[in-house]
């Protein structure tokens, strides 16, 4: 099944796995398959109208999904997704500096 | 000595001598009373941005980069031939290497390879090695790496750690703070801005509560953890920064993204302010707290101007 990475900032919302397993035949059903795994995530990726929020960028094999067919994009057993932050500064995450000095 | 009052906004010529150097130009920026998307705001509240992109570098992170600077210059801890070291989202770089550039210091950043291409061009251009970090991991992996590199190579670099550092906010305390008194003419009655590294609102709150304690603080910053206003961290999810005092702001307000992204889109198109997002941010809360006054003077800063975010897509996507 397709694989979705998640950032570190939405990690809190996924028990803090940073890959998830996911079903589906394209990025839409992908996503609300990863939405219904872990509720919380929801309103963090939609907005009150179920659209993406505009700082949420979904990538498929390092595609920006917008510069193929937005969330109608086909997706398969082997598609790697990632969920890519817009912002690349002001986020420091404790756990995740916690789990890299485990390592 | 400022260049015209709050009452007589028109031009004035006056005599500005040359500087010694691109240094005695940080600070001192305009402060601009915002006109047009205020119309819901009562007449008897004015609201008033700094303009910090008027820096030579770009952004306000040229208080705390000049301040750090001299600082670890004065203490010993930055010597000739060292390479001085942070991680960074791209404008405190800008500002590092400004004024590295200048001095004869090597600059190295370590940011994450989602920043924009504007600020890497930038960057690059003014001579700073870059370390690009996984951008799944955020500012997070950025300082992971920058640790690793001083702990391996302790006598090469002098970290700057602009998160810890208290010259990050002793540049906005001795600076932001005076200048903001200074051109309200002691009017002011409302001080907000972001929090990133809270050095802005720790340096320059911290002063207006001694100077006049009824003065009240608000602090804003993303509603979550997931968020599109670079620059502003969403503190609870966080490490708090070593010098942020949670209590020293008397209110703190959450702000959507959303809210951020249009209200840039009205700075640039009802005022002609092009912004940068969490000036964008800023201005929104400046509007919704004062429209729970009945008067005031509220005064809020814009860290940097839109030319760094052309490539986003908030110039393109219209209302999101």
Redesign the interface.
Known sequence: MATI?I????R?YTNGETEITIKGNTVGEALHDLTTQHVALKQ?LY?EDGKL????NIFVDGDDV?HLNGESTAINADSSL?I???????????H??NM?KSQ | MTTSTLNSPEYHAVHIPATRSLEASVGNTPLVRLRHVTREVPKSVQIYAKTEWTNPGGSVKDRAALFIIRDAEKSGHLTPGMTLLDS???NMGISYATFAAARGYQVTLC??D???PERKKTLQALGAELIFTD???????A??QAREMVAQNPDKYYYADQ?NNPSSWHGHYHTTGPEIIDQTQNRITHFLCGL?TSGTMMGAGRYMKEHDDKIKIIAIQ?E???????????ME???KPGFYDEHLPDTHLPIR??DA?DMTRRLAREEGLLVGISSGAAAFAAVESAKTLKEGVIVTIFCDNGYKYLS???WT?GN?
């Open positions: 990475q950032p570190t900032p939405l809190t963090h907005n929020r505009a700082f949420v917008r990632r890519v932050p817009s912002v690349a500064g002001g986020l420091v995450y404790q995740t500096i890299r | 960074t989202s791209g940011l994450p989602n920043v924009s951008a799944m991991e955020g500012s997070d992996g300082i992971i998160y990133g993303p979550g953890p997931f968020h599109g206003i670079e620059g502003l961290k969403h999810s966080s490490i993204t959303e992204l986003d897509r908030l996507d999101d």
